[in-house]
C-alpha cells in the first residue's frame, strides 16, 4: 500500500504469540492513520469499565501516516491506552526516530496485548519478530536498558521504546520513554507498559516507504518544508530555543505557574528560560524529519550536580520542576529532569507532585506523614530532587505520591482537594488558564485532561500579524484575540482540536500547527496525505476526519458513564482569582466556561444538556457505530 507500510503487528504478551495483520484502506480513509486508527482499535478491544492495569487493556502504537517521509516533521507517533490515571481515555504522541524506524521494518502498527509471565522485550529485525527474555533489564534505568540492548544485539542504529522503574513499578504518571530523548508521558501509559511485564520494544529496518504520486507529494511536501523555514516566527524563536521560548512570555503574562499555580508569576525568572538553557548547558537536537529542531540536550558541567545530562529541558519541565516549586536553579531542574527521564515519569506530574507537597508542608498538612527527613519548604531543590527518586521506586511518602494527585489529596484531606492541580486525574499542564480563556476551555474538553498537547491555543496570543489575522478569521471576532474573553473561543478552540487531531494522525508535529500557523492548514495537509497515499482528500474532507476521531475520544469517556460536568471539568483553583491577573480578581468563572461550553456544544452539534454527542451529529460524522454502544450500555 501506498504512503504507509500495510501491516500491524498483534503481539499475545500472555500467549507469547505474534501475528501480522494488513492495514485496511478502508481504516486509513476513515480514520487517516496513527490517533486515528489507534482511537478506533481501542474503541473495539475495550468494553466499559476495563482496569486499565489489567491485560486485557491494550497498548497501541500507531505510526503517523505521512512517517518515513520527507513530509516536515512526520516522525511522531501515537501510543493509546486506556489510563490509569483517568481510568478513560488515553493518547501519548512522541516523537524521535522510532516511528519511521517501525515502518522502514514493514509496520504501521503494534497492539500489544495481555501480559507475560515474566519481564520480556519485544524485538522487531525487519520481518523477523521475537518476544524476548528481558529479566536481566528488569529494574534498570531507561539509559541502561537502551544501552544493553544495543550491545546484546549488536547494532547501535536499533532504535528502543522503553519503560524505567517506575514503569515497573506501576507509577500512575509512569513515562515510555522513545529513545533517551523523547518521552510518552502523560496519564500513566508506561505503567500500562510495566502491568504486561513489557520492558522495552526494540526495533531496526531497512525497508523504504513508496508514495502513490511521488511528484505530487515532493512538491507539496518541499513547499510546506520551505514555507514553514521561511516563517520569521519559526526560524528566530522555536529553531534557537524551543518550548522554553515561552517561559519569559508566559511570566509576563502572568501564566506561568508559581507556587502551585498560587500565581502566574516570579521574579528573577531568566534562569528558566530558553535563551539562558541554549547559551548555557543545550545543544540542539531534533526529531525525524524535523524542520525546526525543537529539541535541546542539556548538560551540567559543574555545581552540586555536575555530570547531569537530559534532553531539554522543556516549557513544561522547566516549569513543573522549576517556577511551580519556586525553584531557579537550572542545574537543579536539569537534575529533576534527567532523574524523571531514566525513571522513566512524566516529569509535568512528577513536578507538580512535588509542588503540591510544598504547599501541604507550607499550610501544615504533613504532621501525619513519614517525610523522611525531607525538608519541602519552597525552592528547596535536593527535597524535590528526592521526592522523584521516592515516588519512581514508591518509597516512604513516594508509595502514596505515585498514585497521582487525585488520591494523595484525597488520602491527605483537610481541603487539599482544593489545590491538587488536577482534574479528571490528570495533573494540569504548565500554563496558568485563568490568563488564558482558549486554554481554559480547551483544557476542560480534553479527552484526557487539563493538557496541551491535544489543543494548544496559542493563536489567541497574536504573536505576530499573521497570527493575529488568523486567529480573528477562525473565531470569528475581534475578541477571538483578547484572552481573558470568551468570545469567539469555541470556534478557535475546534478548529485548534480538528488540526492537532489531523496532525497526529499523520505523524506530524504539531508544533508544525502552533509554530507555523499560516504555513501549515488543512490544504496542505490534505495534499501531502492524498499524493502520498492516493486516497483523494479534500481540506474540508480531512478535517472533518480531525473531528470525527476527536469525537470519537470523547465518545469512548462517555462510555464510560462520565456526561456534563464530570466531562468537561477544571482544577477548583483555576476558578480563584490570581494576584498576577486583572487586579486580583477572578478572571476565570464557572459561568464563564459554562457559556463557552454552551456555545462549543452546539457548534459540534452536541447535546447542550449533556455535552454528549447527538445521533445526528454521530450519523454526520460516520460513527453510526458508537451510538449503538454506548446507549445500550
Ligand atoms: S518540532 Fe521539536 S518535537 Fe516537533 S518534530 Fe521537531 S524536534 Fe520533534
Redo the contacts with the bound molecule.
Keep these: 500500500m501506498f504512503g504507509i507500510a500495510g501491516q500491524m503487528l498483534w503481539v499475545d504478551l500472555t500467549h507469547g504469540k505474534v501475528e501480522k495483520r494488513p492495514v485496511e484502506r478502508e481504516l486509513l480513509n476513515g480514520y487517516l492513520g496513527g490517533r486515528g486508527i489507534n482511537a478506533k482499535l481501542l474503541w473495539e478491544l475495550t468494553d466499559k469499565g476495563l482496569d486499565p492495569l489489567s491485560p486485557k487493556n491494550p497498548l497501541i502504537f500507531g505510526t503517523g501516516t505521512l512517517g518515513g517521509t520527507f513530509a516536515p516533521?512526520s516522525?511522531?507517533m501515537t501510543i493509546t491506552c486506556k489510563s490509569p490515571a483517568t481510568d478513560g481515555y488515553l493518547k501519548c504522541n512522541v516523537?524521535s526516530h522510532f516511528a519511521p524506524e517501525l515502518k522502514f521494518a514493514g509496520y504501521d502498527f503494534i497492539v500489544v496485548l495481555g501480559r507475560a509471565d515474566h519481564p520480556v522485550y519485544l524485538w522487531i529485525d525487519d520481518e523477523k519478530v521475537e518476544i524476548r527474555d528481558a529479566r536481566h533489564l528488569w529494574g534498570l534505568d531507561t539509559r541502561a536498558t537502551d544501552q544493553l540492548i544495543k550491545q546484546e544485539l549488536r547494532d547501535d542504529q536499533i532504535k528502543v521504546a522503553m519503560i524505567g522503574p517506575a514503569g515497573e513499578n506501576l507509577v500512575n504518571f509512569a513515562s515510555v520513554m522513545v529513545s533517551i530523548y523523547r518521552a510518552a508521558a502523560r496519564g500513566g501509559v508506561g505503567a500500562v507498559m510495566g502491568s504486561k511485564n513489557l520492558k522495552a520494544i526494540a526495533v531496526r529496518g531497512t525497508g523504504d516507504i513508496s508514495v502513490a504520486n511521488p511528484d505530487q507529494f515532493m512538491e507539496a511536501a518541499l513547499a510546506a518544508r520551505r514555507a514553514i523555514r521561511e516563517d520569521e516566527y519559526c526560524w528566530t524563536r522555536?529553531f534557537h530555543f524551543?518550548t522554553a521560548q515561552g517561559v519569559i512570555g508566559a511570566n509576563e503574562g502572568g501564566t506561568l505557574p508559581h507556587k502551585n499555580f498560587q500565581d502566574g508569576f516570579m521574579s528573577d525568572v531568566y534562569k528558566l528560560s530558553g535563551e539562558y538553557v541554549s547559551e548555557k548547558f543545550a545543544h540542539p537536537e531534533?526529531?525525524s524529519s524535523?524542520?525546526?529542531?525543537?529539541?535541546r540536550f542539556s548538560h551540567v558541567r559543574s555545581g552540586p550536580y555536575a555530570g547531569s545530562y537530559t534532553a531539554g529541558p522543556e516549557y513544561e519541565t522547566l516549569a513543573s520542576l522549576g517556577s511551580k516549586c519556586d525553584i531557579t536553579d537550572t542545574t537543579a531542574v536539569i537534575k529533576g529532569s534527567e532523574i524523571c527521564n531514566l525513571m522513566g515519569m512524566d516529569t509535568i506530574s512528577a513536578g507538580s507532585m512535588a509542588s503540591f507537597m510544598m504547599e501541604c508542608n507550607e499550610r501544615g498538612l504533613l504532621k501525619d506523614h513519614d517525610l523522611e527527613g525531607l525538608d519541602l519548604s519552597w525552592g528547596n531543590a535536593d527535597a524535590m530532587l528526592s521526592l522523584l527518586e521516592m515516588i519512581a521506586h514508591r518509597k516512604g511518602i513516594g508509595d502514596l505520591l505515585a498514585n497521582g494527585s487525585r488520591i494523595a489529596a484525597a488520602k491527605i484531606g483537610h481541603g487539599a482537594e482544593d489545590f491538587a492541580i488536577q482534574a479528571k486525574g490528570l495533573e494540569q499542564s504548565m500554563v496558568d488558564i485563568r490568563g488564558s480563556m482558549s486554554y481554559a476551555l480547551a483544557f476542560a474538553l480534553n479527552p484526557r485532561g487539563p493538557d496541551h498537547l491535544t489543543t494548544e491555543c496559542l493563536a489567541e496570543f497574536a504573536y505576530t500579524p499573521e497570527v493575529r489575522q488568523l486567529a480573528i478569521e477562525v473565531s470569528g471576532s475581534e475578541k477571538g484575540v483578547d484572552s481573558l474573553s470568551p468570545e469567539g473561543k469555541p470556534k478557535l478552540v475546534a478548529w485548534h482540536e480538528d488540526i492537532y487531531s489531523v496532525s497526529d494522525c499523520l505523524g506530524i508535529?504539531a508544533?508544525t500547527d502552533t509554530w507555523s500557523y499560516t504555513r501549515i492548514n488543512f490544504e496542505n495537509l490534505a495534499t501531502m496525505f492524498a499524493s502520498a497515499t492516493g486516497i483523494s482528500m479534500s481540506a474540508d474532507e480531512i478535517r472533518r476526519r480531525g473531528e470525527k476521531v476527536f469525537t470519537l475520544e470523547r465518545v469512548f469517556n462517555v462510555r464510560e458513564g462520565r456526561s456534563g460536568v464530570d466531562l468537561d471539568v477544571l482544577p477548583p483553583r483555576m476558578f480563584e482569582p490570581s494576584p498576577s491577573l486583572k487586579g486580583g480578581e477572578a478572571t476565570l468563572t464557572h459561568e464563564k466556561l459554562g457559556r463557552m461550553l454552551q456555545e462549543y456544544y452546539k457548534l459540534r452539534g452536541w447535546s447542550t444538556k449533556t455535552g454528549v454527542p447527538t445521533a445526528k451529529n454521530l450519523q454526520d460524522l460516520g460513527l453510526n457505530f458508537l451510538k449503538e454502544k454506548f446507549v445500550r450500555e
Excluded at 524535523?290 to 529539541?295: A, D, K, N, S, Y
Design positions: 516533521c516522525g511522531r516523537g522555536s524551543g531534533a526529531c524535523c524542520v525546526f529542531h525543537c529539541g508535529c508544533f
